[in-house]
């Protein structure tokens, strides 16, 4: 999974590190699993390549907060990390792909419904490869995004709060740990009944490599 993040508020980054650091924490396998970290504003950077160092990760996650200023480039960024999984990704695992906004698109020269076309491309043709997109706040237009997610077939999960990723990073977990045959149509956030000791333990128990990216 990727994780591409923006941010203006101290507290706000504060939650998406923590709940970003769970979701390492109890879905990556040191030495087995990769996850790579990129951020967006303007541009989207990657902050750390592929890895299968768990304490690489940690250390580019806990730095996420000197980059969460500028605008939201969003759509143009998601392609972009996508390419770098076409780039610097094991083809033979699943790939799973994590963007966090709070802001809609201001900058991309990809359209919404380009974007989404592309994204199906490039990502979701793929059975194995999911994408989640969770809009955070009332300044993401969530008409907008579950018009691309349709489109592009990911899931958007809209939220109205940062404390409330960890809740969300917690489902999505679930579903990748029970089932990489995830079942699109019934993953929301009221349904989730799992703990992160339960992640973990599907997690060890899985002989399946993945790559990941926020």
Not at 21 to 30: G, I, S, T
Not at 153 to 168: A, G, M, R, S, T
Request: proline letters at 1%; a neutral charge.
């Amino acid at each position: 999974m990727a994780l591409v993040t923006r941010s203006t508020e101290n507290t706000q980054i504060s939650c998406a590190i923590k709940a970003s650091n769970e979701l390492v924490k109890n879905l990556h396998r040191d030495g087995l699993d990769r996850g790579c970290i990129a951020t967006f504003n303007s541009r989207m950077i990657v902050r750390q390549n592929f890895t299968r160092d768990e304490a690489s990760l940690y250390r580019s996650l806990n730095g996420l907060r000197n980059y969460v200023s500028g605008s939201t480039r969003l759509y143009d960024s998601i392609v972009d990390i996508i390419k770098t999984f076409h780039s610097s990704g094991d083809r033979t695992r699943p790939w799973i792909l994590v963007v966090v906004t709070d802001g809609d698109d201001t900058g991309s020269t990809l359209s919404l419904l380009k974007c989404a076309s592309e994204i199906s491309r490039l990502f979701t043709k793929d059975s194995s490869n999911f994408l989640f997109v969770v809009g955070v706040g009332d300044d993401v237009n969530s008409t907008k995004m579950e018009q691309m997610a349709d489109a592009g077939n990911f899931i958007y999960f809209p939220v109205k709060d940062f404390f409330l990723l960890e809740l969300v990073f917690l489902t999505i977990a679930h579903k990748i740990t029970t089932s990489l045959s995830l079942s699109l149509g019934s993953l929301s956030v009221g349904n989730y009944n799992a703990s992160w000791a339960e992640v973990q333990r599907h997690r060890n128990l899985c002989q399946v490599a993945i790559d990941y990216a926020f």
